[in-house]
């Protein structure tokens, strides 16, 4: 097994086409990471580069110590599934399955042994006889996993492999995909277009637009601090509401006089504010805050999304299902005190002062106590063996 790092990347198609602009990324051994971002942002052009199944036009590409970037496809030890299959129609499940290891001429009685157990990890054992057409979609992608799993590669590259099932049976394979990856510990980067696949599955979630890197994170520290107004617009359902604000003393105004706390970074002109539908809440007309008009309403049975008319800006409100409001009441909405804004230059599009949680100044706190400590000498007295 092996991490994958990958420095400058670009990819430039013969038709001029750039499909990756420039790629750092660090993926640690034994990660799952998940690389995020619209169709057409380049992101299987990169899993097809790391692959070795296209020449990056420049950027090094390494997998553990190994810079691999002249190596074809078949020397890099990497297992790629794609969102079609591939499987080979006139073989049998168990066939299609040991087809990598018999191209790499194992012994006959290992890919017996390799096939069984991978079968087993799949559950798809009472299968292993039938040909793809007699298998369901979730059976295929079984099989297709199940092939890359028996090879015990450095790593596994997944192209939106569920694409093609249907939402309960993606949910199921999902949660198995996740719990196979914790107990092989390999590598794996998956790719996909679904925020929320990409949030339930990453340790870390790398955010793509147009061939560039946008954001790289956990899950829960991109949702909370999205670095761009893209990923501000991308995570979460609904996704961050962003609208316009200016600075008002200790406070941000938004539309209708909404007023946010002010982050001490948010100063000067040409400020975005990123706001969470469960940081605004609902009163009735005539209260404090911003009034406006509910337009819709979506109730997801443990909680209500409102969509609010705002003096024109539309803000969605995540309510408890109790809340009474209807289509077309009179409202108002705050922001509740507890939760500060991000706050984002709307030229460059990025966060002001909002730092996501491994900011050096965080990250350092535990260090610069333990230096104090050291060469405080009162502790330093204390020391054992100190007379
Ligand atoms: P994603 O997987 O994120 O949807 P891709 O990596 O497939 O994106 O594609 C990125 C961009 O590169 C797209 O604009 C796509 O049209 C273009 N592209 C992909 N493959 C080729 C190719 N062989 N020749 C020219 N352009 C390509
Ligand atoms: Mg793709």
Known sequence: MAGIHIEGLRKQFPDGTVAVEHLDLEIADGELFVLLGPSGCGKTTTLRCIAGLEHQTSGDIRIGDQLVNGRRAGERDIAMVFQFYALYPHLSARDNIAFPL???????????????????????TDLLDR????????????????RALVRAPQAFLMDEPLTNLDAELRIDMRTEIKHLQAELGTTMVYVTHDQVEAMSLGDRIGIVNNGRLEQVGAPLDVYRNPATLFAAGFIGTPPMNLFDVRVDGQALVGPAGLRLPRPAAAT???????????????????????????????????????????????LSVREPPTAPWRDGDAVTVHHHARFEPRVYDSESGRALGTEPPEDPAEASTPDATDRSVSTDPAHSGADAGTP
Do not use: C, F, H, N
Not at 105 to 116: D, G, Q
Not at 269 to 298: F, H, I, S
């Open 131 to 146: 040909k793809p057409s007699r298998l369901s979609g979730g059976e295929q992608q079984r099989i297709a996993l199940a």
């Open 102 to 124: 018999r191209a790499q001429s194992v012994a006959a009685s290992e890919v017996e042994r390799r096939v069984a157990a991978s079968a087993e990890m799949l559950k798809i």
């Open 268 to 314: 000067g002109t040409g400020l975005v504010a990123g706001v969470r539908a469960e940081w605004l809440g609902l009163v009735g007309p005539d209260d404090d805050g911003a009034p406006g008009q509910v337009v819709a309403t979506e109730s997801l049975g443990d909680e209500t999304i409102y969509v609010v008319d705002v003096e024109g800006e539309l």
